[in-house]
């Protein structure tokens, strides 16, 4: 069964909406606008997209869309819903992970809600929707089901979330991903300053995901700190003596380590 086909438009086109726009329309929904700061970015968007229009200020009052999402920077939120000029009967929803439903409090809207992807964006990446999980929440019953049905069609993984839950979800997302990124970036520059190459690392690091997922991280766990290795750990210190910053954080994981299987 087709699923109902809902207008949307866009405020702010950085790295969420460039993916979520377009999957939306692919979904069979309409993107009819697209408002960023500079316009540019928008520009760009629209480029993808099969006839949304530019919009140049934050004036929607006679917009044909129903559904307005913020995906724009989470300190920005709360100032463009209360200058956003909506039209009746509208849905006002932010995509933020930390920000809670009460930024969207003071918004011109019929109904405000959350509608927040778990995932990493990044423009030059594709996305399979379809795996990624969608987390709602709203002040309002039939915004609920709309944003619900609207997730649906994009992803096979639709849940509910208060606003501290999907908060706590976005901190260990930040540890997920976030940190394990830059864990891998340190490695790599680790490599480079001895001139090898950061592919010598790719089977390790999707041996290190894949074992994490299938057995849990708490079971996946090895390394010198997990066996109580100090005089390794020692060493590991003593090559990092040149630098701080790396040497401090080399310490408090591995203590971290330490005091959680030792």
């Known amino acids: 069964m087709k699923s109902v086909a809902f207008n949307i438009s866009f405020i702010g086109a950085g790295n969420v909406a460039w993916h979520l726009a377009p999957a939306l329309e692919n979904a069979g929904h309409y993107v009819k606008e697209v408002f960023s700061k500079s316009g540019k970015s928008a520009t760009k968007l629209i480029g993808n997209l099969y006839d949304a229009q530019l919009k140049e200020n934050l004036d929607f009052s006679d917009s044909p869309a129903q559904i307005f999402i913020l995906t724009i920077p989470d300190d920005a939120i709360k100032s463009v819903a209360q200058e956003i000029v909506l039209p009746e009967q509208s849905i006002l929803v932010h995509t ?8 969207l409090d003071y918004a011109a809207a019929s109904a405000n809600g959350v509608f927040y992807p778990l995932q990493t964006f990044s423009k030059a990446r594709p996305v399979s929707f379809d795996k990624v999980p969608f987390f709602i929440e709203s002040n309002n019953k039939q915004a609920t089901e709309i944003l619900t ?11 509910f979330a208060s606003s501290e ?10 540890f997920a991903s976030n940190f394990t990124n830059h864990l891998l970036r340190i490695s790599q520059d680790l490599l480079a300053s001895s001139k090898l190459d ?19 991280p708490k079971d996946a766990q090895t390394g010198p700190a997990k066996r109580g290795d100090i005089e ?9 003596s040149n630098n701080e910053s790396l040497q ?3 310490r408090v994981i591995s203590q971290h380590i330490l005091d959680t299987y030792q």
């Open 96 to 103: 933020s992970g930390t920000k809670g439903l009460v930024e």
């Open 149 to 159: 049905k609207m997730a649906k069609s994009i992803s096979k993984f639709v849940n």
């Open 165 to 174: 839950q999907r908060a706590n979800m976005h901190l260990a997302a930040v």
């Open 198 to 216: 950061f592919d010598l690392l790719r089977p390790l690091i999707a041996e290190t995901i894949e074992k994490s997922i299938n057995l849990s």
């Open 232 to 240: 390794t750990l020692d060493k590991h210190m003593e090559m990092l």
């Open 248 to 250: 401090e954080i080399y």
